[in-house]
């Protein structure tokens, strides 16, 4: 990253010497003490700016020797140097002062530079990474010309002015102006968040963001997860942490869809849910408290007690929102669903193996097991609608359906410091069909729940009347259908974009172990279906017969 800085008034602080120059000289008042108010009144008095280039000219030359660097000034320097930054000191200063074309100006600064250790034999920066330009003009040429990344500035004219190269970050230091297109501060520590933030987003985004919150984040903490997503955490000056998801412009519909989802369910009174606090469509991003905790590693009857209180909470909002992602509307749509992932598949290895060549395995594998269990599934299911005379395109009435998290699974949830479930990640959420949602629950690889569990799981269902005779009987219709899918979207890898998300995800494997990791994955899951039609079972993807099901759920 290349940091740029002014020097006057933003590195060296000036404040008290201008009033130590004008008390010398008789022009002080008591009451009058900063630099502002000090030009301010001596312009008024006069009618021009004579006596005030006197003190500029006085304080940047014999005075200059008394300044201090502004708190944590140097201490940035160091720490972006030791990050590898490259920093240039960038100042509109002329050689001499224009007042009487002769007291040097740009000796005394370089002298002080040196004294604090910033230049010289013992200093941190380059002689020539100090550049004193004649012009405004010349410094905003040197500042686009060394491709600045940010630049940090007192001068509102500089950062404003219409040639100020557009790319880089603009961040006014020790102004109280209040432009909010612009991002201020009086603090060189706010400078870390910004350069950190600067690495990963455009100045939009910042600039919104900051906006956003009113003030710039003490702290941030990247969340490099993989995925579509750049997330981090951000903490503010009351210690309050907020959690950013940052996503690719090609994913703002879901952010968008999540940050209402959760509006909708926190004004029905669902608690156990981030806050959402903010939505930038522009800059692809959703603010929301941030949910501190960790992941589940042990699944107890107690965690599946408290997903059965969350879906008894969402089945009892009814609001006007959209479907959720692949979601099941009508029998027919879950069919159509695993023959639209296997289009997808077989599309993606076509394109792929050349570059590919592990991915021969996925495609024999389809060949010699998906295909036939697929088969064997299908003509179940097809024989299950004609025997009940079901109707394949008819539409679920409105209380078989509820709002769905759509990616819903352990991988989602949050163990709080207090021991409570809170449910995240709601960028597919949207209406659904109830069993579309617990058979997903139940065969999602995230948590791999035992049998055992998932008949608990059912069971608990059951008896809090969510689960009703005919959703059921639906139930053992389309499970099977939604087990295959699983086996799919394991096998994903074969279509370019989710390859490179699994990319992202898994970034310490290489594209073959990735590959042959989902290869494995799909292969036990296979076998295991396969076992189970052998043995005559009824529900093969969970390796039991519908009686047994029927009884479990009614003990």
Known sequence: MIIGIDFDNTIINYEQLFFLAAEKEGWSNRHIITKSAIKQQLIEEDGDDRRWQFLQKEVYSHLIEKAKPYDGALAFLRKVLALKDSVY?????????????????????????????????????????????????????????????????????????????????????????????????????????????????????????????????????????????????????????LFVKSSNHASIANLENEYYALKVLESNGITCIPKAMGFSGQNAFLLQNCVEGKKINKITNIHLLSIGNFIQQLDKVSIDFPFASQYRAKLNDYTTAIETRLEKINSGLKRLQSTYPDLIKIEKLIQKKVTPIKE???????????????????????NELILNPSDFGFHNIILSNDDRLFFIDFEYFGWDDKIKMVCDFIHHLGHNLNLEQKLYFLRLLKQRGFLSKTLIQRMELVIDLIGLEWVLIVLNVAQEDKLEQKKLAFSELTTEQIINMQFEKACKLLDFYQKNIDCGKDIITLGINKKDILGAIDD
């Not at 040097?104 to 941190?124: C, D, Q, R, T």
């Not at 909010?180 to 600067?198: A, C, G, H, P």
């Not at 906006?211 to 702290?219: D, E, R, T």
Request: aromatic share 10%.
């Open 89 to 241: 000191i960038i100042s509109h200063k002329t050689e001499f002062s224009n007042l009487d074309g002769k007291t040097n100006l740009i000796n005394p600064a370089l002298n002080w530079l040196e004294e604090k250790g910033v230049i010289g034999n013992k200093g941190f920066l380059k002689k020539e990474q100090v550049i004193f330009c004649e012009t405004r003009e010349e410094k905003i040429k040197t500042i686009k010309s060394l491709k600045c990344d940010l630049f940090i500035d007192d001068l509102l004219p500089v950062l404003n002015d219409p040639l100020f190269p557009q790319n880089t970050l603009k961040i006014l230091f020790g102004s109280g102006i209040n432009d909010f297109d612009i991002i201020q501060t009086n603090y060189w520590s706010d400078l870390n968040v910004l350069r950190e933030m600067k690495k990963n987003h455009s100045n939009s985004f910042i600039h919104d963001l900051v906006k956003m919150l009113g003030q710039i984040p003490s702290h941030c903490w990247y969340c490099y997860d993989g995925g579509n997503h750049r997330s981090f955490v951000i903490e503010l000056n009351d210690n309050q942490k």
């Open 376 to 398: 064997f599934i299908f003509k179940k299911y097809n024989q299950q609608i004609k025997q009940n005379h079901l109707e394949l395109e008819q539409k679920f009435p409105k």
